[in-house]
């Protein structure tokens, strides 16, 4: 399996097709509060893994009351729960993927391929049982689930090995020792602008707003992008960062997220000023 996705991320072939995906839905969903809300900016926690709780619990449980007697009719419930549910689940990953790095996009094109196999086939089950055709339903809706599991390990492998849609920045914390860290002479930052420092081998930036500074982890945590080089800009009256690469956006004064393709906010650490040096520490 380590051999196939690999050979699933080097797959160049598999562009031609991703590359006209990601322009079709990134022109299809345009509107930055749809995007946010597809990517659970207002959750503070990607969306889709969520989403997809619903199909996955539905179709499973149909799969083991497809083995009971008398169960036709919650079977039939559930199964049909599962196909509905599944197609704002796959809209939401669709707008997660088209921010994804080539290589991600590799893996979860495959992944999303495998689920709308999964999709097409419960929904054959869903009008077989309908219809009154309850075995080939069943028959049809173990090999959905099969189809819907391989779908789950590709989707597995795209957060656990390719770091998609996961905070990526957040590990920077582990190499971060105990206690009290000087960052900066306070005289010497200006106001308003971005400074990018190191505590320990950690890149943070700083930013000061009259007397208060804000000490965050530099690695974006969609893709690690730069947030030093980023631009700051003010929203709803709150500075923040936007990310000079994809354009994820946070606040300065605490990190949360206010635009995606993140879905995560950005950790920052706590400050104190002592004899007139910035120092930080873990939260």
Not at 31 to 41: E, K, S, Y
Not at 55 to 70: E, K, R, Y
Not at 220 to 228: A, D, E, R, T, V
């Amino acid at each position: 399996m380590r051999a196939l996705l690999t050979k699933i991320e080097q797959a160049s072939g598999l562009d031609r097709f991703g590359d006209r995906l990601q322009r079709a839905v990134q022109g299809t969903l345009r509107g930055q509060r749809v995007r946010d809300l597809l990517h659970g900016v207002w959750l503070g926690h990607p969306l889709h893994p969520a989403m997809v709780q619903v199909p996955v619990g539905s179709w499973m449980s149909a799969a083991v009351l497809d083995l009971m007697p008398g169960q036709r009719r919650a079977a039939t419930a559930l199964t049909t729960i599962g196909t509905v549910s599944a197609l704002p689940a796959a809209v939401a990953g669709l707008n997660d993927w088209a921010a994804l790095s080539r290589d991600q996009r590799r893996v979860g094109l495959v992944h999303a391929a495998s689920n709308t196999v999964a999709l097409v086939l419960y929904s054959g089950s869903m009008a077989a049982r309908f219809s009154g055709r309850h075995q080939l339903g069943r028959t049809l809706g173990w090999l959905g689930l099969g189809a819907a599991g391989a779908g789950a390990y590709l989707g597995g492998h795209l957060a656990y090995k390719q770091g998609a849609q996961v905070n990526v920045s957040v590990s920077d914390l582990h190499l971060i020792s105990d206690g009290w860290h000087s960052v900066a002479e306070m005289a010497t930052l200006p106001q308003r602008q971005l400074v990018t420092r190191k505590v320990d081998d950690v890149s943070v930036i700083l930013y000061r707003h009259g007397e208060d500074v804000t000490v965050m982890l530099e690695r974006c945590p969609h893709q690690s992008g730069p947030l030093g080089e980023g631009e700051v800009t003010e929203i709803d009256g709150h500075a923040c960062v936007v990310c000079p690469w994809h354009g994820s956006t946070f606040r300065l004064n605490g990190g949360e997220v206010v635009h995606g393709p993140s879905g995560n906010d950005q950790q920052t650490l706590p400050t104190r000023v002592v004899e007139g040096r910035v120092e930080a520490r873990l939260p």
